[in-house]
């Protein structure tokens, strides 16, 4: 049982195993399930995860029209081989996008752990796999290591756009992408929480204002920066950079942040890029002149 | 604790683009078709708060069809959800509301055929958790966070002694329970909040005891 990052730290350097296996075990134990159910799961959601990509790479557009077709772009771009900063951190910008765009084109997406930042954590992950080659059950303890450090969010701030910001959503996501490619790339379990504070501290603040109310702007462009974040704090953690303020007061300071926020900015459609021009004259292109006055 | 699984993070599959708005919808209408027991005929469903407001974005209107037709959130048939109702020949109207709800993602939905009717009020509370806030009438207290039952059954003594008897069995404990009728001796309602996942099996079994009329279950 752990309550915060520092219990989780503690349990897997204590019994000297992953934080994936922390996860898994508390899941077992929660649940009343058995360990291959469990396991059967998550690499259900893994491939649920793939598909997504896959499809996001040929290419979907979404009903709105709004979002589309960006990552397949992205790809050609790399395939060019004139890029500016790294190939696989464009090709985890590429593959986060791949996830959001077809969720915003109502295709299947698993969320991690919302919706609106499923791109985050696949994107991050499809994209090492060139270069850390990790075998299938390796993949699977990724998503449990995501996935405790999302737990102690989830448990202790939030992962809702509308009770605390964008910060909660990608943020979050980021944060548990970061922890996650610490521990597949072979880093301790405190640089893991040391790359989960790095990547949330560089996301608080960030509100939730997405245009019309939809999952697409700025949406699917802020699961790319998560992605890209994600692989740099994890980079520094693994070079041994550490942050001074610890993940734990990190995570509390996103959440009374998130309470500050106006409600204009928390999922609303109603300040930030929302309220702009033309975020107003795309709501009111989709829904009506009357939706986008409110 | 909020969230208990690590599935709630790392999930669930789901057709998007919004856990709220469009996984949590599915589930609402999905409870309605479980409810009523089979698909219904005719659908008049009214949108309230943010619902209201980006509702066809969304496809919420989209997402509420689908689990009138028995879809789950991750049926890839969702996105042709209305195409298909009006090909089954289910009548479907949206209508937004102004009236400010008690919670921004509130629906309220009318179904029915030449047998009967059902209302209900959903409300989307995020991550595609829902609650179900009112049934024909009734007005219910879940908490959402923790898997429940929703029984219609006729108004006898015995019934609900056999329901709990049946929980106990399977080893389920009751964290929360209300009861309510309209009238002594007609349709009543239990709603019961338990610790345990809830199989498919045990709602069967549930289904299968005298003047039980029909079994949901939220969440699992």
Redesign the interface.
């Known amino acids: 049982m752990f309550r915060n990052v520092a219990e989780l730290v503690a349990l897997a350097e204590n019994e000297q195993t992953k934080i994936a296996e922390v996860m898994i075990r508390h899941e077992i134990e929660v649940s009343g399930r058995s360990r291959e159910d469990v396991i059967a799961q998550m690499d259900h959601h893994l491939s649920v995860m793939e598909r997504a990509v896959e499809r996001g790479l040929q290419g979907v557009s979404s009903r709105s029209g709004l979002t589309g077709f960006d990552a397949v772009r992205m790809q050609r771009y790399i395939e060019a081989g004139r890029f500016l900063s790294g190939e696989t951190i464009l090709d985890a910008v590429s593959k986060a996008m791949a996830t959001n765009e077809v969720n915003a084109a109502m295709g299947v997406i698993c969320a991690t752990p919302t919706a609106g930042a499923a791109g985050v954590v696949p994107g991050t992950l499809f994209a090492v796999k060139e270069k850390l080659r990790p075998t299938r059950k390796e993949m699977i303890e990724f998503l449990f290591t995501a996935g405790a450090f999302g737990y102690v969010v989830a448990n202790n701030a939030s992962i809702s756009g509308a009770a605390g910001g964008c910060q909660a959503e990608v943020g979050s996501a980021a944060g548990m992408a970061a922890a996650a490619l610490v521990e597949l790339a072979g880093g301790t379990p405190s640089q893991a929480a040391e790359a989960m504070a790095i990547a949330l501290k560089n996301m608080l603040g960030l509100v939730c204002d997405p245009v019309a109310g939809l999952v697409e702007v700025p949406c699917v462009k802020r699961n790319a920066m998560g992605a890209a974040n994600a692989m740099i704090a994890a980079d520094m953690a693994l070079a041994g950079i550490k942050s001074r303020i610890p993940c734990d007061e990190v995570i509390e300071a996103m959440y009374r942040i998130g309470a500050a926020m106006p409600v204009a900015l928390k999922e609303t459609a109603q300040g930030g890029l929302a309220a702009t021009p033309t975020g107003r004259a795309i709501a009111a292109r989709i829904f009506g002149a009357s939706a986008a006055t409110k | 604790?909020?969230?208990?699984?690590?599935?709630?993070?790392?999930?669930?599959?789901?057709?998007?683009?919004?856990?709220?708005h469009?996984?949590g919808a599915v589930r609402i209408g999905l409870v309605a078709y479980k409810l009523f027991g089979r698909k219904p005929s005719w659908a008049r469903v009214s949108f309230y708060g943010?619902f209201a407001?980006?509702y066809?974005?969304?496809?919420t209107d989209?997402a509420i069809v689908a689990g009138l037709l028995g879809f789950d959130t991750?049926d890839?048939r969702?996105?042709a959800a209305l195409d298909i109702a009006r090909a089954e020949g289910l009548d479907v109207s949206f209508s937004a509301e102004e009236a400010i709800p008690h919670h921004?993602n509130t629906a309220r939905l009318c179904i029915g055929d030449d047998r009967g009717e059902l209302e209900l009020v959903g409300i989307s509370i995020?991550?595609?958790k829902i609650e179900i806030v009112e049934l024909n009438g009734f007005a219910l207290k879940l908490s959402g966070h923790h898997p429940a039952l929703l029984i219609m059954h006729n108004d006898r003594y015995g019934t609900i002694g056999a329901v709990a008897s049946v929980l106990a069995k399977h080893a389920i404990n009751i964290g929360h329970m209300e009861v309510s009728r309209k009238e002594k001796g007609k349709e009543a309602l239990m709603a019961i909040e338990v610790d345990?996942?809830l199989t498919d099996d045990l709602i069967q079994e549930l289904e299968q005891l005298p003047n039980i009329l029909q079994v949901a279950k939220l969440a699992d």
Do not use: N
């Open positions: 604790m909020k969230y208990k699984s690590v599935f709630d993070i790392i999930g669930p599959v789901m057709v998007g683009p919004s856990s709220s469009t996984a943010s407001e980006t066809r974005g969304h496809g989209v991750f890839e969702l996105p921004p995020g991550g595609g345990q996942p």
